[in-house]
Structures are given as C-alpha cells and as structure tokens.
C-alpha cells in the first residue's frame, strides 16, 4: 500500500494526558499537510510542511501542539495537556508539488476522544 | 475561516436521480478540487480545475467554474448508493498558499 497512512486509527485519552500521532506520507511527497475535522464541518487547516520546514501554523494551533517532521518523511503531532475540546478527527495528507497544481492525498485520519 | 462555501448543506435523492452541489469562494483562485468523504474515513480527490477551465468531466463527474462569480458546481449523474458521502469544495491560490476547504455538502443517495 503506497497511500499515506497514520497511526493509530483511534485514541481514546483523559483529560490532561499528552498524546501523539503518526503520519507516513507518500514517499516521493514533498508537502504534508495537518487538518483537524470535527463533525459536521469540512477539514480545518492546522500546519503544514515543506520537506523538513515547517512553513505556516493556524491560530487554531494552541501552544499545546507541536507538529515535527524530522528528515523530511514521517510527521508527528503531539497534543500536550489534552483537553474535551481537542476530541475531533486529526487527518494528515501529503502532496507533490509541480508547478503551482497541487492535489492533496490524505490519510485515513486518527480519531481522538478525550474523557 | 474557510473559503469555500458550499451549497445545499444536506441533499437526499433517488438512485438514479443526478445530484448537483455548489460552492462559492471569495478570493482569487488557481484551481479548485472537490474531494469525497465516506463517513469516518478520509478524503478521496475527485477532480481538480484550473482558473483558466470552464469545465471539466471525470466519469460520471462534471465541473464547472465560473471564475467571475467565484462559484462551482458539481454534478453527479445517474447517483448510486454508493455515492452517498459528504462533498467538499477547496481551493488553492497556487504557489505557497494551502488549500482550504469548504463545509461540505452531505449527499445521501437512497436505494
């Protein structure tokens, strides 16, 4: 399976636990992409990557979070001090730039819930 | 906030019908995609079209985009069960900007 994947698929957590997920892109992707999805609403844009370099980070990302991508491969997103308000789907997508077209390929997302 | 908007929220029709979504956007594009979510799982890219396209055809897929009115719609033709999903529009101004994507509009298609 050459798609990207994520791990783990879901993750139920307390109140105040730190927590990380995995994402493993495409391997030739130049891009990777943080989305975190509640229900009912479309993908919220949270950080992205260009090879190693982490070029853009939202509001939405509270100094709980911290998103790594060491080597330009797989990504990390850790969630410190979780809060209920942190349950929601976090999708990764990864994505080979050509030109000014890009098209997103995402992960199957981790699902967290936090108690 | 998102970018794009799409419209109806919810649509339920029959099997066989054709079911058409619409998304507004308010900024400059330089392309626009429509992604497909089944529930619970991630994203499928459907189709993508440039600013400088007026239509484009995938399958039983149609895409237009009408750059004046920042607007594009989707169609699916002859609908089957198994296109019920929830549809998002996302757009992209191109060079180092990210795409954003839209709501989404949930599609159920009855048997």
Same mark, same amino acid.
């Given at each position: 399976d050459t798609g990207v994947s994520q791990d783990p698929r879901h993750k139920i957590t307390k109140r105040g636990q730190n927590v990380t997920f995995r994402c493993d892109p495409i391997s030739e992707h130049n891009r990777l992409y943080w989305y975190r999805q509640t229900l009912g609403q479309g993908p919220e844009f949270l950080t992205y990557f260009q090879n190693e370099a982490q070029l853009e980070k939202s509001r939405l990302l509270s100094d709980r979070f911290s998103a790594e991508r060491p080597k330009g491969s797989f990504s990390t997103l850790e969630i410190q001090r979780t809060e209920q308000g942190d349950s929601a789907m976090y999708l990764c997508a990864s994505s080979l730039i050509i030109g000014e077209q890009e098209t997103q390929y995402f992960g199957p997302g981790t699902r967290l819930l936090v108690l | 906030s998102q970018q794009g908007e799409e419209d109806p929220q919810a649509l339920s029709i029959q099997e &066989?019908?054709?079911? /058409?979504?619409?998304? +507004?956007?308010? /900024? +400059?594009?330089?392309? %626009? @995609?429509?992604?497909? @979510?089944? +529930? &619970?799982?991630?994203?499928?890219h459907l189709i993508l079209i440039r600013s400088n396209e007026r239509e484009k055809h995938s399958g039983r897929l149609r895409v237009t985009l009408d750059t004046s009115k920042k607007s594009s719609s %989707? %169609?699916? /033709? *002859? +609908?089957? *069960? *198994?296109? /019920? *999903?929830s549809y998002f529009c996302a757009t992209s101004r191109g060079g180092g900007f990210k795409t954003i994507f839209g709501a989404g509009t949930r599609l159920f298609v009855k048997a």
């Open positions: - | &066989g019908e054709n079911a /058409t979504m619409n998304c +507004s956007y308010k /900024t +400059s594009i330089n392309n %626009l @995609q429509w992604y497909r @979510q089944n +529930s &619970g799982r991630g994203l499928v %989707l %169609l699916i /033709t *002859a +609908s089957r *069960a *198994a296109d /019920t *999903a």
